[in-house]
C-alpha cells in the first residue's frame, strides 16, 4: 500500500527551465491537490482536482499547470522556473474530499537558481 | 476571510510534560477544524479531526475540543515522549466552490527533550 507517491524528492531547476512534478496515489482517491510549503508558512493550495478530467485553480495558481487524465495521476508542470517558485511541494489525495483528511506524499523539494 | 492562528514555536518541552498548542480559527460558517503533524523529512499525517461544535478529536494520546465560543481548537497531551518531536499544523475546512479548500496555520515545531 503506496499510498502518494511524489517524485523527485529533490530538484535544482536554472531559472526558466520547466519540469514537471509527479504524484500518483493507489487508493482510488476521487480528490487531489498541490500545496507549496515556504519555510515557516503554512501550506498555500495551487490547483485541485475532483476526478479525472477536472481541474480547477487554488490559492496560488500562478506558474503551475496541471492536467488529470487518469484517477491514479495527478502531475504539476512548472514552465519557466522563477526563484519565487523555490519551495517544498507536496500533493495529497482524499476520498470524499475535506471531511475524510488528506493523505499526503513525502513532498518535492524544489531550489530555482 | 478565513484563517487559522497557531502560537508560535518553537515549542521545547522535557519528556513526560503537558503539552498545549494553541490554535484559533476565524471562518464563516461551520468548519471542519483538523490537526495534521509533520515528522521530519515527511509529508503531514491527519492527527485527528473535529466536525462540528463541542466534538473532541483524539488520537496516539493527543486531544482536541472544537470550541465555537472561543472560535479555538487547541491540542493537548498529558506526557509527550521524544517521538513527538515535529511540526504541529492547525487548519480548518472551507466549503465553497466545487470542493472547498484546506487553511493552515503557520505551524508549531515542537521538540521534546529526554
Known amino acids: 500500500n503506496a499510498g502518494v507517491t511524489q517524485t523527485p524528492k529533490f530538484r535544482i531547476l536554472k531559472i526558466g527551465q520547466s519540469m514537471t512534478l509527479q504524484c500518483a496515489q493507489d487508493?482510488?482517491?476521487?480528490?487531489m491537490y498541490w500545496y507549496r510549503q515556504d519555510p515557516g508558512m503554512g501550506l498555500k493550495l495551487i490547483y485541485y482536482?475532483?476526478?479525472?478530467?477536472?481541474?480547477d485553480k487554488g490559492e496560488v495558481p500562478n506558474g503551475y499547470n496541471v492536467s488529470r487524465s487518469t484517477t491514479e495521476d495527478f502531475p504539476l508542470r512548472l514552465e519557466l522556473a522563477a526563484p519565487s517558485q523555490t519551495s517544498v511541494y507536496f500533493c495529497?489525495?482524499?476520498?470524499?474530499?475535506?471531511?475524510?483528511?488528506?493523505?499526503f506524499g513525502s513532498g518535492t523539494r524544489l531550489t530555482v537558481v | 476571510g478565513d484563517s487559522v492562528t497557531q502560537m508560535e514555536g518553537p515549542v521545547t518541552l522535557s519528556e513526560e510534560a503537558f503539552l498545549t498548542i494553541n490554535c484559533t480559527y476565524t471562518?464563516?460558517?461551520?468548519?471542519?477544524l483538523f490537526w495534521y503533524v509533520q515528522y521530519p523529512g515527511e509529508g503531514l499525517q491527519l492527527l485527528l479531526k473535529?466536525?462540528?461544535?463541542?466534538d473532541k478529536g483524539s488520537n496516539k494520546g493527543f486531544e482536541a475540543t472544537y470550541r465555537k465560543e472561543t472560535t479555538s481548537f487547541h491540542l493537548e497531551k498529558g506526557s509527550v515522549q521524544v517521538s513527538d518531536s515535529a511540526v504541529y499544523f492547525c487548519?480548518?475546512?472551507?466549503?465553497?466552490?466545487?470542493?472547498?479548500?484546506?487553511?493552515f496555520g503557520k505551524g508549531t515545531k515542537l521538540s521534546v527533550k529526554p
Open positions: 495529497a489525495s482524499s476520498y470524499r474530499g475535506l471531511d475524510y483528511g488528506y493523505t
Open positions: 487508493m482510488n482517491h476521487n480528490y
Open positions: 482536482s475532483v476526478g479525472a478530467g477536472i481541474t
Open positions: 471562518a464563516t460558517g461551520y468548519p471542519s
Open positions: 473535529a466536525t462540528k461544535a463541542d
Open positions: 487548519a480548518l475546512s472551507v466549503r465553497g466552490g466545487s470542493q472547498g479548500n484546506l487553511i
